[in-house]
Every structure is written in C-alpha cells, then in structure tokens.
Nanobody, 122 residues
Framework: QVQLVESGGGLVQAGGSLRLSCAAS????????MSWFRQAPGKEREFVAV????????SYADSLKGRFTISRDNAKNTVYLQMNSLKPEDTAVYSC???????????????WGQGTQVTVSS
C-alpha cells in the first residue's frame, strides 16, 4: 500500500510559479511511475505529466510542455511538479498518482493523493 500526500498549492498571480510536492509512504517508491493529473471545476480530470520510476523518462501533456516540469527524488520518496508562467486556465485541483505503468491513462493508476488546490488569478 502506498499513501500519497500533496502540498504546495495556493493562490498565485498569472505569470507566477508554484512547485507542488507529493510525498509517498512505503519502501518501493522507485518501483512506481508517478504522475500528476488535474481537475478544473466542471471538467474531467486530465493528464499533466508522468515520470518513470528511475526518473529517466518523463512525458507531458502537449499543451503544458515547456511550462511544467516533473521530477522526483527517490531518496525522499517525493515527486515534484514545477509550474511556471501560470495562467488562469491552470486553476484546478492537482493530484499525484502512482502506478506500475509509465502511462497517461488514469485507469492504470492504483494510488492517489487527496489533491491540492491551485488558483491562478488574472
């Protein structure tokens, strides 16, 4: 069993930056691909980014490439999402997820955090 706890959300002005963190319990963290998803009010949850267990591979939603960066520190059992040049449309609840597959598909993720709110003001 893996438990995930996100932090780092908050209110930021457009053009600003935030770094989200997701701390994982358990001793097998490096075995899991880790992803970030987000869900805006009235919209479906959408993929943001995924990173492999070793951290050697990463993939991003096309619309976010260049502004967001996913990384992980396996010694700290933590995955990060650095978000730059934030826009009001980035406002959403951001959740991290863990699974055995390096994939963008929500259905393949077994473990989820509770989410952290990111609000970008114009």
């Amino acid at each position: 069993q893996v438990q995930l706890v996100e932090s780092g959300g908050g209110l930021v002005q457009a053009g600003g930056s935030l770094r989200l963190s997701c701390a994982a319990s358990g001793r097998t963290f490096s075995s899991y691909a880790m992803s970030w998803f987000r869900q805006a009010p009235g919209k479906e949850r959408e993929f943001v980014a995924v990173i492999s267990g070793s951290g050697g591979s990463a993939s991003y939603a096309d619309s976010l490439k260049g502004r967001f960066t996913i990384s992980r520190d396996n010694a700290k059992n933590t995955v990060y999402l650095q978000m730059n040049s934030l826009k009001p449309e980035d406002t959403a609840v951001y959740s991290c997820a863990g699974g055995v597959r390096f994939t963008r598909a929500i259905r393949h993720y077994d473990y989820w955090g509770q989410g952290t709110q990111v609000t970008v003001s114009s």
